[in-house]
């Protein structure tokens, strides 16, 4: 019997120290390659300019020493700056919209952007012997040939989430990013929400991942039974009270419209007149029953 196909999973999902997972979608490795490219083409125009800006200044012996310097500096540092400065991405990343981080969610460090860069150069083997590179003999330019990634290929194939050699080193991994998203605003407002809402503790963060994954629910929600709902948002809620336990045990549809409203809604000022109009109201329905006390609101 064959063996079933494998489907392809694009997503790395990274679990927080609070137990709470968010996915990336991760890039592939011809998409990286492009990236790769387009900032070799910088670093060849570069090149390209230092050799002429050299051969007008100075003698021929001093501008190969030049273009060699040149050469070394942005094959080496090119991509580790870029990095490590740049929040894990170079002018070809940003093109693509491709961004560097570690393993767990974490942006890059220095070390691991220098590190992911050193070991490119095994990720390149083996290299095809050539005489001339850019015009350049071999022998002055210090190449030795053209990369064929075969090692850098064989590396995302067999690992998970694409990584080459440098990333299995480093710690990190190449995500896409999404480009920016607003949802369509829904109406949550309820007295029970607003109140629960409130009660969510300022410290917690939410991340992009989770903005959207709690949009996506609250946007899909009616299209589910009560027990589809249950069983999509209980994992949020238990993350959420292991870090916050003094957080009210309630249905987890209900703490997601709450977090829904916390995230995309919620106004202090607003806030307070949906709850005092849910008291007058409250009270306004207990003063209109036949012999009822009256109440003080």
Known sequence: ?????????????????????????????????????????????????????SAFLVS????????????????????ALFEAYWNGVTPGK?????RVISTDGRAVSGLQAFGRNVFRFVDLMPWVPLTVFWGIR??????SGAPLFLVALLSATLTRNYRRVGDLVCGTMVIVEEREWRPQIIHVATPTVVSL??????????????????????????????????????????AFRGRYPQFPSVAPDLFLLALYYRIFIADRDRDEAILDQHRV???AQVTSLPGAPKVAV
Do not use: C, K
Request: net charge positive; glycine share 4%.
């Open 94 to 98: 940003a093109a693509l919209r491709l």
């Open 281 to 283: 109201q409250q009270g």
């Open 1 to 53: 019997m064959s063996r079933p196909l494998e489907i392809v999973d694009t997503a790395a999902q990274v679990v927080t120290p609070e137990n709470i997972a968010f996915e990336y979608r991760v890039a592939g490795p011809f998409l990286r390659l492009a990236a790769l490219l387009l900032d070799w083409l910088i670093i060849g125009v570069l090149l390209i300019l230092v050799r002429i800006a």
């Open 197 to 238: 809402a409130r009660q969510i503790p300022d410290t917690f963060r939410v991340s992009r991942t989770l903005r959207r994954a709690v949009a996506r629910y609250v946007e899909r929600r009616t299209h589910l039974s009560p027990e589809r709902r249950a069983e999509m948002a209980r994992w949020l809620l238990e």
């Open 60 to 79: 021929f012996a001093i501008a190969n020493a030049v273009l060699l310097l040149s050469v070394f500096i942005l094959m080496w540092f090119y991509g």
């Open 138 to 143: 071999a022998e002055t330019s210090g190449f």
